[in-house]
């Protein structure tokens, strides 16, 4: 479910927020040299989505290993994403103020649903479930 927002959450930010990439991308131009054209500007937005792509894709790719792993009843894998998903709710509690609308809501889904699932990590059931794993091993 989170690494669907995730996706959702880098489809809507790409899509709907290139005015403030193309912007950002400008004043960093602005910065750095002076004189810029808009091919440079382009290269800039393009290496940004490409960059930002590829990263989320590492990070959805270690997070559904990680999941993998919780699910054979690895604790290590079960703390490693306790530690994603807090540093998951602290980034979409931050970004609050910065998201409107859509985001905005988004962000509060995913915080939500990263919690739920830290929360489930942890229950009674769950600790029963890695304890009878460890012994298995």
Not at 1 to 14: A, D, E, H, K
Not at 71 to 83: K, M
Not at 98 to 120: C, N
Request: glycine fraction near 8%; charge should be positive.
């Amino acid at each position: 479910m989170s690494v669907g927002i995730s996706i959702l959450t880098i489809i809507l930010t790409l899509t709907v927020s290139r005015s403030a990439i193309e912007d950002a991308a400008r004043e960093s131009l602005r910065r750095s040299n002076g004189s810029f054209t808009e091919s440079d500007v382009d290269a800039a937005v393009t290496f940004s989505i490409v960059f930002t792509v590829i990263v989320g894709l590492i990070f959805m790719g270690l997070f559904l290993l990680f999941a993998y792993k919780m699910r054979a009843g690895r604790n290590w894998a079960r703390i490693t994403l306790t530690v994603l998903g807090a540093l998951g709710i602290i980034s979409s509690l931050a970004n609050l103020r910065l998201a409107g609308g859509l985001e905005l809501v988004i962000s509060l889904i995913q915080a939500a649903v990263i919690l739920g699932a830290i929360v489930f990590m942890y229950r009674s059931d769950s600790n029963q479930y890695y304890n009878a794993s460890a012994r298995a091993r």
